[in-house]
């Protein structure tokens, strides 16, 4: 089955980190850039960072950059985005998501999402 | 950074209307335009890419157009299923941004 399926959030301490991962099956997980997607409560979609296929360019958002890293396990076919120094505004549901194709940085498979929730 | 604008933010029709929705680009994305579909407590949906090519297994009710800077979506003859909120995206260049969201309700 095509899917990804997400996990690692959870509640963290402002300051804090956490690792989230996305496993992937059913598709040729190697030939495709993965993105991460986030939606905080009640707010639109905003897109986090982009990793290539191989793993050696990526891409963030102003508002992680410095403090997120995305990396991929293409022998594991899993994706991952490494959180430090959380803040409130990191609250939201993470998603991870398959490119379209070729880079199109269009997504066209999403996972059901991880909540992670940065709060004293 | 491209921002998105979509308006409206809001809109309310019956099943069976047709509705359309924009989405403004703060500069020229070609056709690198993506329009996705959300519904609460679900991942998001691809409905159309590059501008006006419809995503697989989506609904022909559902078609865009535009290029440059000014782009629509519009769905016909609404369904029930269609109730969501729907999201531009463009896909030009990092970072990829998306507009604000157009939310539709049933009437």
């Known amino acids: 089955e095509v899917q990804l399926v997400e996990s690692g959030g959870g509640l963290v301490q402002p300051g804090g980190s956490l690792r989230l991962s996305c496993a992937a099956s059913?598709?040729?997980?190697?030939?495709?850039?993965m993105s991460w997607v986030r939606q905080a409560p009640g707010m639109g979609l905003e897109w986090v960072s982009t990793?290539?296929?191989?793993?050696?360019?990526?891409s963030y958002a102003d508002s992680v950059k410095g403090r997120f890293t995305i990396s991929r396990d293409n022998s594991k076919n899993t994706l991952f985005v490494q959180m430090t120094s959380l803040r409130a505004e990191d609250t939201a549901i993470y998603y991870c998501?398959?490119?379209?194709?070729?880079?199109?940085?269009?997504?066209?498979?999403w996972g059901r999402g991880t909540l992670v929730t940065v709060s004293s | 950074d491209i921002q998105m604008t979509q308006s409206p933010s809001f809109v309310s029709a019956s099943v069976g209307d047709s509705v359309t929705m924009t989405c403004r680009a703060s500069?020229?994305?070609?056709?690198?335009l993506a329009w996705y579909q959300k519904k609460p407590g679900k991942a998001p949906n691809l409905l159309i890419y590059?501008?006006?090519t419809l995503q697989s297994g989506v609904p022909s009710r559902f078609s865009g157009s535009g290029s440059g800077t000014d782009f629509t979506l519009t769905i016909s003859n609404l369904q029930p299923e269609d109730f969501a909120t729907y999201y531009c995206?463009?896909?030009?260049?990092?970072?990829?941004?998306f507009g604000q969201g157009t939310r539709l309700e049933i009437k």
């Open positions: 590059a501008a006006s």
């Open positions: 998501a398959k490119d379209l194709a070729g880079g199109s940085y269009n997504f066209d498979l």
């Open positions: 500069q020229g994305i070609h056709s690198w």
């Open positions: 995206q463009q896909a030009n260049s990092f970072p990829i941004t």
């Open positions: 059913g598709f040729p997980f190697r030939s495709y850039a």
């Open positions: 990793i290539g296929g191989s793993g050696s360019s990526t």
